[in-house]
T-cell receptor, first 113, second 115 residues
Framework: NAGVTQTPKFRILKIGQSMTLQCTQD?????MYWYRQDPGMGLKLIYY???????DKGEVPNGYNVSRSTTEDFPLRLELAAPSQTSVYFC????????????FGDGTRLSIL | AQSVAQPEDQVNVAEGNPLTVKCTYS??????LFWYVQYPNRGLQFLLK??????LVKGSYGFEAEFNKSQTSFHLKKPSALVSDSALYFC?????????????FGSGTRLLVRP
């Protein structure tokens, strides 16, 4: 039972490089989310999606892009990596409904040098 | 605007003693409240939730939480702590008036249970 799978687990980028963080879920959840976690700051929502073809900005979307072509996949794109994007990134998914908990992947630890 | 506060960065407790991790919230409508636990190098795991009904909610691993509407609080509790409960705990709130179902997280409280 895989749940939410994120790849890669770790990555080091140079300033200005680009990369895509992958996220896939096998629970047929409509809702998917991307968060970043910085020390002592909790989780901040970057982007979210309520279904295939529909995405929207969260609290901290600048410097990121997303797409949702299928129910299962929700990749996060960094176009021009900056040191401020050094963080741990978590993908989550949930069923539709305000009472539904979110299910998280194990995260991608990203360092921009 | 929705917000969550976890006033303690760290809670220390001896094994076998009761533990409490505090959480207060602010929403425009009615709150949906959640507790998550995070172990090192892992994602957040769902512990329990309050939607409506009984103010005392029971969840995984013997944890429970008490919803107090007048104090806008949702404190996490466990009658007898285990060393294995040591982890980072997050409280989160969702406003029932927000159709995006976004969760707002607190900054986290590190629980350290000493043997």
């Amino acid at each position: 039972n895989a749940g939410v799978t994120q790849t890669p687990k770790f990555r080091i980028l140079k300033i200005g490089q680009s990369m895509t963080l992958q996220c896939t879920q096998d629970m047929n959840h409509n809702y998917m989310y991307w968060y970043r976690q910085d020390p002592g700051m909790g989780l901040k929502l970057i982007y979210y999606s309520v279904g295939a073809g529909i995405t929207d900005k969260g609290e901290v979307p600048n410097g990121y892009n997303v797409s949702r072509s299928t129910t299962e996949d929700f990749p996060l794109r960094l176009e021009l990596a900056a040191p401020s994007q050094t963080s741990v990134y978590f993908c989550a998914s949930s069923r539709q409904g305000a009472n539904q908990p979110q299910h998280f992947g194990d995260g991608t630890r990203l360092s921009i040098l | 605007a929705q917000s969550v506060a976890q006033p303690e960065d760290q809670v220390n407790v001896a094994e076998g003693n009761p533990l409490t991790v505090k959480c207060t919230y602010s929403v425009s409508g009615n709150p949906y409240l959640f507790w998550y636990v995070q172990y090192p190098n892992r994602g957040l795991q769902f512990l329990l939730k309050y939607i409506t009904g009984d103010n005392l909610v029971k969840g995984s691993y013997g944890f429970e939480a008490e919803f107090n509407k007048s104090q806008t609080s949702f404190h996490l509790k466990k009658p007898s702590a285990l060393v294995s409960d040591s982890a980072l705990y997050f409280c989160a709130v969702r406003d029932d008036e927000d159709s995006s179902y976004k969760l707002i997280f607190g900054s986290g409280t590190r629980l350290l249970v000493r043997p």
